[in-house]
């Protein structure tokens, strides 16, 4: 068997569950569950939510290929889903991204697939990916005055949650879609994080920084983000001190 035939058949069957999920079947919603590297997703938790009648919803689970079925009666429905990973020592549950948010009517159906991201922007707002919540010093008042010139620099100590290799990151901190100052939409993992003081046309200066109200200030701090709901949160605290 030649290479090119093999990666041709190989890209065939990547494409095989988008493509034969492509019709309707009245009163059931169905698809595909995607993995964030375009896999087959097992074991997502899917829904149909009526938009009519609260907490009224036809269940589903992605089997081995990825794909479910729900059957829906007559109504009108919308779709979601979810799925849990346990990744050192936490278990987090993710909202998975819908090929559409639109209703649909249970008397026609509807193909609505999902895939799980680490990151980029969630159907009605925020991100699938973790934040990173900044806090001053108490101590130092006067910290406040530099918050729009303090940059993170996050490294990755490991794996992300999917297996993949992450890349370091290197960001002012800014408001953040909870009102608080920070980065957000970090592809889930664990990091080491240092800080510094980045003033416009001065020399960058080194700032300490340590999980917020834990332990001593030093020079970095590698920790993972804790569970937030739906979502991930990492606090830090940083000093000049």
Request: glycine share 12%; no cysteine; proline share 8%.
């Amino acid at each position: 068997m030649s290479q090119r035939f093999l990666v041709l058949t190989l890209a065939a069957l990547l494409t095989v569950p988008a493509a034969q999920a492509a019709a309707p079947t009245p009163r059931t919603m169905s698809g595909v569950v995607l993995n964030s590297a375009g896999q087959p997703l097992v074991g997502a938790q899917v829904f149909a939510g009526s938009t009519l009648f609260f907490n009224s919803n036809s269940l589903a689970v992605s089997g081995q290929d990825g794909r479910y079925r729900a059957k829906v009666p007559p109504g009108s429905w919308y779709g979601g889903a979810q799925m849990t990973r346990s990744f050192q020592g936490e278990t987090y549950t993710f909202d998975l991204i819908p090929n559409t948010v639109d209703p649909f009517a249970g008397s026609t159906g509807a193909i609505r697939n999902f895939q799980w991201k680490l990151t980029g922007p969630k159907p009605g707002g925020g991100f699938a990916g973790a934040t990173v919540t900044v806090y001053t010093d108490f101590f130092d008042p006067q910290m406040l005055d530099i918050v729009p010139d303090i940059e993170l620099i996050l490294t990755p100590a490991g794996p992300l949650i999917d297996g993949s290799q992450g890349k370091t990151i290197r960001a002012k901190i800014r408001n953040t879609h909870e009102g608080m100052e920070g980065l957000q939409d970090i592809p889930l993992g664990i990091y080491t994080v240092t800080a510094r003081h980045v003033p416009a046309g001065g020399a960058p200066q080194p700032l300490k920084i340590r999980l917020r109200n834990k332990g001593e200030f030093g020079p970095s701090v590698t920790s993972r983000f804790r569970r937030n709901g739906s979502a991930q949160l990492m606090e830090v605290e940083v000093s000049r001190r």
